[in-house]
């Protein structure tokens, strides 16, 4: 059985962790963002560590540990560093949502993740692996709607980004796999930060050039 | 051993091109002589894969585990990584004269050339090791890696469609695949529920089928199919594969096409099997079929306003992808039968399909069919190699596809009329595009004096290769390919 300051520990990191991804969401300026992003990896990184005080278990310490090496430190500077070398600084555009109603998407979401879970494994709404779980899986879909609300490549990466950290979240209280295998994870993910880095450069706009398009659909019909 | 044995001869054969690379040309090498070199060694890397493939196919009792269970051979992985192996070897033959053609015609930069047949290599690797995977985390990340390098392979091009195209494909599969992660720990906790040890190996998930919880499975199925399915194109989660495929170099899209395309399926059909023996096989089955139907729908109506050749013959493998999804769904060791042969004939016929679109392109300098004017003239092996390829994919009967295809529908109009009905006036659909455009594109009349391009002979010979094969695999299905075919029916538990 854990601490009961324990419990409430995590359950006040939780409403953070939820807090940083709203505040994702909605940031336009783009140091902030990589900043928010840190927070929030520290905020995964303190989770580990308190559950490791409870289980004694030594891979959630060197999860913690090398979630504040890569994704509190190595992965926003990186970041940073392709925001300088580009010249981006903003990311104000919004596809489909504005900020607010991307927030109530967000939230309705959270909703229906809580409720499906409910139902499929059937714990008590105290259990904390059962909120962890929820909140895992909520993180990850905010995460998407980042990616699919957002035009720039470097706020997509962000989404992805935190999108894994729901991943790994949802991986902490559900299950403990294999340390292995989280590694990997986090190789995979420097692997395609480096990529998406790489290319983001030099890549102003990413919508495609619809007028092309239709003249060469209209080149064939009108033969 | 043999897995060792892969890695050990990737190294070597390394190793000694390098050492050719320093002796013989001492720093000043030309281009052209750069690109055969690395091609040589494309080419004996995925010659030294089928041999050993097929040695162990021959010589070793299946299935066989290695290292602590995370690597396994068994029937189906082996005939994915024999269809894979050939349709590597024959890209890389290919590879020779199309490679020395985007260099004369200043497509690909000398530079990239390392890290177009590195990653082309590596690709390979990572495909081949993904099918051995006997655990299911392994096979996510083989499988997530072959995202990053499929997308490497799309940038060598250096052209912004190119860049868009890439990034396209690796947001939409990476975002996906975190999904199927989602599945994969709910799969680890209902395992360690049941048995008190978590597992992710299909041989351990196998033997515990029966014993986990249906509503559970389904949960984890679900999530997990969301990723496997986004590598596999199935709609909704297609939208990348018309870009990816149009702007990669051909002997690359004819490998994503033909195998890269399998390796989500295999998921599915590995994980099918687990269900097989589940309480949760009637909800899985609906959901197969359901996005099978749907594939097939949203496939057959892209098709009609398409001129891009290579997003044609891309929106058709999605079109496949559905009626392979079927045929798994149906869940009837007949079925299964014809959806194995069916992925087969699909990567034969549509390797085929775009190392000749890859001959038309160099021709033509677009993709578009509205830019070739008398190809069959100018391109007599490759236009015919697109006609023939076309008849084969929409199953006219000589054709590998017209058997398995025949047998899948047999079986849907066995499990619901209806649904039969509906999928065969999207076949139709299907069917009625392609020969419409084909018809149109291949029927006009010359424009100028066009100098035909000399396809190399390397070109030309996988593309004949092909041919054969894809008549080959209709009268080896009477003399052998149906004992091997039974066996992996029967290694997944039908």
Redesign the interface.
Known sequence: MMNPTSILLIKVLFVFILGTAALIIMQKSLASLFSLYSVQSLLMAVVSLVLFKETGSYVLLSLAILTVITKVVIIPYMLNKVRKDSGIHRDSEFRYLTPVSAILVGIALIFVSYSSFYRVFQLSQDNLFFLGAVIGVSLALLGMLVIISRKKIVTKAVGYLMMENGVLLFGLFIAELPFIIELFIIVDLVIFILLAAVLSMGIDSTEEDLTRKLNNLTKWFKQ | MIFLAYIISGLLLLGIVAAIMKWRFKGEQTAVSRSNLLNFFTLGHAGIYLILTLLALIRLPLPVLAFNNYLFMDPLAIYEVLIAETIFLLAAVYGHGYIKNLLDRRVIKVESLELFYGSFNLLMVMVVFSFFSNNL?LFW?LL??TT?LS??LI?TLSA?EN??A??KY??IA??AM??S??GL??L??TT?QTSGS?TLNWTELMVMANSLPP??FI?AFVFCFIGFASKSGIVPFHTWLPQAYAKAPSMVTAVFSAVLINSGIYGIIRLYAVAHHNGAWHTVSIILIVFGVLSIAIAAFSML?R?NLKKLIGFSSIEHMGLILIGTGLGAPVALFWTLYHILSHSLIKALLFLSAGILKNQFESN???DMPAALKLQPLATWGVILGTLAVVGMPPFPMFFSKLFILVQLGAFSLPLLIIVLIFLLIVAGALAYLLIRAFTQPPADIVKPYRADWSMKLPIIVLFVGIIGIVVYLSTGLSGILNTITASLGF
């Open positions: 985390a990340i997530e890696l990053i997308a490497v940038v912004r860049v868009i890439a990034l690796v947001f990476s975002t975190l999904f992660v989602i720990i709910i680890f906790a360690k978590g509503s559970l949960f306003p001129t578009y069919l509205q």
